[in-house]
């Protein structure tokens, strides 16, 4: 058989691993959340169901990938084999698959404005309007999802160290750089210190439960967990690097990245006197009417899109090679042509969404349009039961030691002991389920 493909160093695997969590939950999600949610005291939530829940599933997924060398499904089927807990495995790739439909379409939107920020943001124009008329249009945003998923597929059909790996390595950078000018030019707006207040000041009284479970789910989606994205990506991981020690940068990388993305945006904000919205119209409808307002608006904004497209063109990867990953091992096909044919299927699955602000826009599910309801049962029903079956899995099927064991093989400055057991065991599973049940009865009960 073919020797599986390595990172060609550990720092390859960070910064692949790192570039799938960092997206657009980071860019464009986290700083709304943060801002409409009691900003630091927010903060200190989300930090408090990383460090809990988000590290011992993190180290589960990877360990379980590298023990394995194989994609989710297969991952499952060689520690337990012969029971089913190899479908949990399947709802990951499944999951990406649904994702990944949806997050290609926001992406186009992103790159489509890219072009439209270099051409500058006229003073004055509704850009609530503007955004509406873009998105339910059928060409364009068709356009832009095509051509997003083609640079995605282009990159997997590359392979993990041509591909995967080389992007990482050539775009993080980039990322980390268009970030920190950003931020700069920003926090030196005059006027930039209500919005940092209006960011980082506490405000417990915004904390009720939902901001507990917004954190709980935040923490997943940011850091690609409880869809075998982790697993895939560490079953491509060398024997000698430490799983811990990587969590732990992975971690850190991508919450700093969140944290930077609401000093980019909330200063700028503020300081040219707008104020800020939640949802998607923070980035698409607030953004650009402050970029119209701001000196070299149009180069800031080129930036700004761009930031966010390459963030997005990372966690895309991540979530068509779990897919192609689980074709090529499993059902053995080569790895070009599972790129191009899945990646041509999740194009089509992404074009209901589209639809769903025009032709389809009498679509209504519990009162969301069809790309909120697509991510509504990712972020909620998805992600959640995927990190939960696969704590309980890493706990007690495949057992907290054998699975510490693996974690622990290679030197590293954290070795994991009594404390993550304890995590792994009780506290991720029991934090996961309370968000679960919440989640669904504030839904559906009310
Ligand atoms: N972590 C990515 C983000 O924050 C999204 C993602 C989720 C990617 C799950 C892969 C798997 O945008």
Request: aromatic content about 14%.
């Amino acid at each position: 058989m073919k020797q599986r493909e390595n990172w060609t160093s550990n720092l390859g695997f960070i910064l692949a691993a790192a570039g799938s969590a960092i997206g657009l939950g980071n860019i464009w999600r986290f700083p709304y959340v943060t801002g409409t949610n009691g900003g630091a005291a927010f903060l200190l939530i989300f930090l408090g169901a990383i460090i809990l829940i988000g590290f011992p599933v993190i180290v589960a997924e990877i360990s379980l990938g590298r023990s394995t060398e194989k994609n989710p499904v297969g991952a499952f089927k060689k520690i337990a084999p012969d029971t089913p807990w190899w479908v949990v495995g399947g709802l990951g790739v499944f999951t990406g698959f649904i994702i990944l439909s949806y997050y290609s379409v926001v992406a186009g939107w992103s790159m489509s404005y890219i072009f439209k920020a270099l051409n500058g943001f006229t003073p004055g124009t509704d850009f609530a309007a503007l955004f509406g008329s873009h998105i339910s249009g059928f060409g364009v945003p068709l356009f832009w999802h095509a051509v997003f998923m083609l640079i995605t597929v282009l990159v997997i059909r590359a392979g993990v160290v041509g591909g995967i790996q080389k992007v990482a390595k050539t775009l993080m950078p980039v990322l980390f750089i268009i970030l920190i000018t950003l931020v700069i030019r920003a926090v030196t707006l005059p006027g930039a210190g209500e919005g940092l207040s209006f960011y980082l000041k506490p405000d417990f009284s915004k904390i009720s439960i939902q901001t507990f479970t917004d954190a709980i789910a935040q923490a997943f989606f940011t850091l690609s967990l409880g869809m075998g994205a982790m697993i895939t990506y560490g079953s491509y991981l060398s024997k000698n690097d430490n799983v811990s020690d990587n969590a732990v940068y992975i971690i850190s990388f991508d919450t700093l990245i969140a944290i930077l993305a609401g000093f980019a945006i909330f200063p700028a904000v503020f300081a040219l006197g707008f104020s800020p919205s939640a949802g998607p119209g923070l980035v698409f409808i607030t953004l650009p009417g402050v970029l119209a307002k701001m000196p070299l608006g149009s180069l800031f904004g080129f930036l700004f899109f761009l930031l966010l497209s390459i963030s997005a063109l990372t966690s895309a990867i991540s979530l068509l090679e779990v897919v192609v990953a689980y074709v090529v091992d499993e059902k053995g096909w080569e790895r070009k042509k599972a790129a191009q044919i899945i990646g041509f299927i999740i194009f089509l699955v992404g074009i209901p969404p589209i639809l769903g602000y025009s032709s389809l826009s009498g679509f209504s599910f519990l009162g969301m349009d069809v790309l909120d309801t697509y991510d509504w049962f990712a972020n909620n029903i998805f992600l959640p039961l995927g990190g939960l079956l696969t704590s309980i899995f890493a706990a007690y099927v495949w057992k907290a030691k054998n699975m510490m064991k693996e974690a622990n093989s290679a030197p590293g400055k954290i070795t994991l002991g009594k404390g993550y057991a304890f995590l792994l065991k009780y506290i991720a599973p029991t934090g996961i389920i309370i968000i679960m049940i919440f989640n669904i009865w504030t839904t559906f009960v009310g």
